[in-house]
C-alpha cells in the first residue's frame, strides 16, 4: 500500500508486522519543506524470525 504516513500509521494495528517506510526518506522529504506525517510512504512487511536468523530459510536448523 502507498500512501502519506500518518493514513498508513492510522490504518495499521499493533503488531501486524507492517511498517511505513518513507519513500523518498523523511529527511529527503524535510529538506522539500514536507513534515514526516505529510511524506509519502509504503508499507513493508517485516520478517518474522521464531527461532533464529536462519529458521525461516533452512529446515535443519533448530
Same mark, same amino acid.
Given at each position: 500500500?502507498?500512501?502519506? &504516513?500518518?493514513? +498508513? *500509521?492510522?490504518?495499521?494495528v499493533k503488531?501486524?508486522?507492517i511498517?511505513p517506510?518513507?519513500?523518498?526518506?523523511?529527511?529527503r522529504? =524535510?529538506?522539500?519543506?514536507?513534515?514526516?506525517g505529510?511524506? *509519502?510512504? *509504503?508499507?513493508?512487511? =517485516?520478517? &518474522?524470525? @521464531?527461532?533464529? +536468523? !536462519? @529458521?525461516? !530459510?533452512?529446515?535443519?536448523?533448530?
Open positions: 500500500m502507498v500512501g502519506i &504516513y500518518d493514513d +498508513l *500509521i492510522a490504518a495499521g503488531g501486524d508486522n511498517t517506510h518513507h519513500i523518498p526518506s523523511n529527511a522529504m =524535510q529538506l522539500e519543506g514536507v513534515s514526516r505529510d511524506g *509519502i510512504a *509504503i508499507n513493508m512487511e =517485516q520478517p &518474522y524470525h @521464531s527461532r533464529g +536468523l !536462519f @529458521s525461516d !530459510f533452512s529446515p535443519t536448523c533448530p
